[in-house]
């Protein structure tokens, strides 16, 4: 893939991503992020306090020399999903904050499709796209594309495909699941960041309701798509990780 088809973001968009190890499948999401990517954006990189030996943080310190606008934080403990995400949220700058999971692959038009259900609609607070999987299990969410992707390389092209039949078409939601989604400032601002209550799972449910009862939307972009790599983060664990 080439920056022929990217979109470019400004510092006006932060993009975070974490990781509790597995460099190899991070290292694809980060790929996916500055292939498809130009601009100031602001890249904001989290070590969940990976077990690997340094292999995640070597890999953050070479994506901040490719590109400049990066913060790196690395924790100590292992704070799982709604403290790596409390980290973005907290430290990001921009108006318009991207969340991506180190398991998924984006494309331009998932940028674009969820800006502009985002920047159109002030009464939409979160947006997400569709996939591939989505642990929800909605038909709506998830897309039956296996296939249509045998390689890295298919993924952007099917994006641009779905992006061009659905545009900017969205529907509203009653939570978010929280693998891949947008968040504007303003909702950060007024509900603050997820509740380290919930270790691990449903965080992103909590966080979606307060968002509702805070008379925003959760919206979902059906012509955004990025692909799931379906259970990577669990199968490069041993057994007792995984337990």
Known sequence: MTLNNSINLNERISIGVSAYGNAKTTKHCLRSILDNVSGDFELILVDDCSPDGGAINDLFQEVAKEHKNTKIFTFTKNLEYSGSLNCILSHAQGERIFFVSNDIFITPTYFEALLAVADNNPDVGIVRGCSNFVDNGKPTHNLNVSKDIKHYDDISPLGKSLYNIEKNTFFTEN??????????????????????LFYGYFADHDYGIRTIRSRYKLAVAKGAFAYHHQDANFNYLDKENRD
């Open 175 to 196: 939570y978010l699941t929280g693998d891949a989604f947008l968040t504007k400032r303003e909702v950060v601002s007024k509900i603050g960041t997820f509740d380290p």
